[in-house]
T-cell receptor, first 117, second 114 residues
Framework: DTGVSQNPRHKITKRGQNVTFRCDPISEHNRLYWYRQTLGQGPEFLTYFQNEAQLEKSRLLSDRFSAERPKGSFSTLEIQRTEQGDSAMYLC???????????????FGPGTRLTVL | AQTVTQSQPEMSVQEAETVTLSCTYDTSENNYYLFWYKQPPSRQMILVIRQEAYKQQNATENRFSVNFQKAAKSFSLKISDSQLGDTAMYFCAFMKEGTYKYIFGTGTRLKVLA
């Protein structure tokens, strides 16, 4: 399967702990996105990368959140000192930047569900 | 700032019938894209259909079609011949030209009844 993969699928942690999620995009895709989805809501944009460069960060991404994409391949999203309000599904998506048209479609992974106790 | 509104939290439809999901959006932009994504229970989101704002013709993909009304800022999804596999959350999304982030609505939970 050459789709977007995310690990782990589920994470339960205690408040105050650090967690890290990984996303492996579709191999030829140069753009990678992170979204957060809380219960009953649509996904909200957090940040995106073009290759290894982080080009935009949402105001939702507090100082406790950091994302990286070394070498423009997989990406990690780390949350430090987790809070109960961080409980959500974290979605990763990737796309191929090919200008107008099909390049704007994002392909989503299955998500990592974070529960902070 | 752009916003996307889906006013139907839940809908149901009998198998083989037709259903229309509503989406409205607010933007001052002229160039943008609109999408419908499907999120089946415990599965990843997949693209159902896409519409470029500069195209007047409504997009269609097999049983799925849209009614795009640019002036009214409306983008509804019609599902014909509904199938049990269409049961899912459906999200409407907006993307401004030149940006690469989606703005999603809150979703409509569709249940197809046998």
């Amino acid at each position: 399967d050459t789709g977007v993969s995310q690990n782990p699928r589920h994470k339960i942690t205690k408040r105050g702990q650090n967690v890290t999620f990984r996303c492996d995009p579709i191999s030829e895709h140069n753009r990678l996105y992170w979204y957060r989805q809380t219960l009953g809501q649509g996904p909200e944009f957090l940040t995106y990368f073009q290759n290894e460069a982080q080009l935009e960060k949402s105001r939702l991404l507090s100082d406790r959140f950091s994302a990286e994409r070394p070498k423009g391949s997989f990406s990690t999203l780390e949350i430090q000192r987790t809070e109960q309000g961080d409980s959500a599904m974290y979605l990763c998506a990737s796309s191929l930047n090919s200008g107008r048209g099909r390049g704007n479609e994002q392909f989503f992974g299955p998500g990592t569900r974070l529960t902070v106790l | 700032a752009q916003t996307v509104t889906q006013s139907q939290p839940e809908m149901s439809v009998q198998e083989a019938e037709t259903v229309t999901l509503s989406c409205t959006y607010d933007t001052s932009e002229n160039n943008y894209y609109l999408f419908w994504y499907k999120q089946p229970p415990s599965r990843q989101m997949i693209l159902v259909i896409r519409q470029e704002a500069y195209k007047q013709q409504n997009a269609t993909e097999n049983r799925f079609s849209v009614n795009f009304q640019k002036a009214a800022k409306s983008f509804s999804l019609k599902i014909s011949d509904s199938q049990l596999g269409d049961t899912a959350m459906y999200f409407c999304a907006f993307m401004k030209e030149g940006t690469y982030k989606y703005i999603f609505g809150t979703g409509t939970r569709l249940k197809v009844l046998a």
